[in-house]
């Protein structure tokens, strides 16, 4: 099954992470922005993707990519014959319940197979980008970067791809929900936006400065502004939380919720913000933090804390280190 799915596809794959495919979607942009090409991002949401997955097209799919004979019946088996209904107050009176309804679509969700079958359905969808554009998917989370060398050619470039996802979309029978679906331009600080406009079914695609691609806040320059901004609020949520309850709990306990509610938003996507001008911030309230586990007044270094055998504040250590070196 590995040699079948696409490897721009990172959802529910072993040795996969957010992380990675946010590596494949910003390499891809930064490669583009290095080459002096325009580039623009188009973040699609689908509307209940894996309750739309047409039973009829998946075992068309399967059987295109090999399976036939007794393994596609137990397939078909499966997922045929499933009925549902609604029950209020999960009473079993007929006043309190639907009538029974015999489902013809969906991936069985829950299930170990629902999201392997949800990944054959889409697999084929990167075929319709070409060579100069990248598609990055996670899931049913849709990423299209495109690129081109001039504002004309970008335009019409840029509106043939969405009309070609929203035909593949259509075809399968997916719904993408316009409302929700968002276009960023990427630039240089010292370049201007040029707002390309996309439209479908004479409805325009919102056009943003910032999009949310999982759990990474992305600016149309990459500055990580909002992103880090975002990461301080939370920290200084903690921050409070940690100096009103130092005095009561174990520091055991501090160091659980240290890791859990501070190191963890800090150490997720480090890898893309922490060159920004704007990263110093979060080290400051790090050690501010730090400081309060550790009963160190404000002014003291936190040098000799790192430096210590402290085993609270080790990887902490490491943490900052790395960042700074």
């Known amino acids: 099954m590995n040699n079948i799915l696409v490897q721009k596809q990172f959802g529910f794959w072993i040795h996969s992470s957010t992380e990675q495919a946010a590596f494949t979607l910003i390499n891809s942009i930064l490669t583009v922005m290095n080459n002096k090409q325009m580039v623009g991002g188009i973040l699609c949401d689908l509307q209940k993707a894996f309750n739309c997955v047409n039973h009829k097209i998946l075992l ?7 399976v036939e004979g007794k393994f596609k019946t137990l397939i078909e088996s499966y997922l045929t014959g499933r009925y549902q209904r609604v029950t209020l107050n999960n009473l079993t009176d007929n006043n309190d319940s639907s009538k029974w309804e015999l489902l013809k679509c969906g991936a069985p969700q829950g299930s170990i197979l629902g999201p392997l079958f949800f990944l054959i359905y889409i697999n084929d969808l990167p075929t319709i980008v070409n060579n100069d554009n990248n598609m990055v998917l996670f899931a049913d989370d849709t990423s299209i970067i495109i690129t081109d060398t001039n504002q004309t050619d970008f335009n019409a470039n840029t509106n043939q791809m969405f009309q070609d996802v929203n035909t593949w979309f259509r075809v399968n029978l997916l719904t993408l929900n316009l409302n929700k679906t968002q276009y960023l331009e990427f630039r240089t600080k010292n370049y201007y936006n040029i707002s390309t406009q996309i439209k479908y079914d004479q409805e ?43 005095h009561i709990v174990p520091i055991d306990t501090l160091r659980v919720i240290y890791f859990t509610h501070i190191h963890s938003i800090i150490s997720y996507g480090i890898i893309f913000w922490c060159s920004s001008s704007y990263a110093n911030k979060v080290f400051i309230l790090q050690k501010k933090i730090i400081r309060i586990i550790t009963d160190t007044r404000p002014r003291d270094s936190c040098r000799e804390v790192f430096n210590g055998n402290n085993d609270v ?6 943490f900052i280190s790395f960042i700074h070196n």
């Open 60 to 66: 068309e799919k399967l059987e295109f990519y090999g």
């Open 204 to 246: 325009c695609i919102t056009s943003t400065s910032e999009i949310k691609f999982l759990g990474l806040a992305i600016d149309d320059t990459l500055s990580w502004k909002q992103h880090i901004e975002q990461v301080l609020n939370k920290m200084c949520t903690a921050c409070y939380a940690l100096r009103n309850i130092k």
């Open 313 to 318: 504040i080790f990887s902490v250590h490491i």
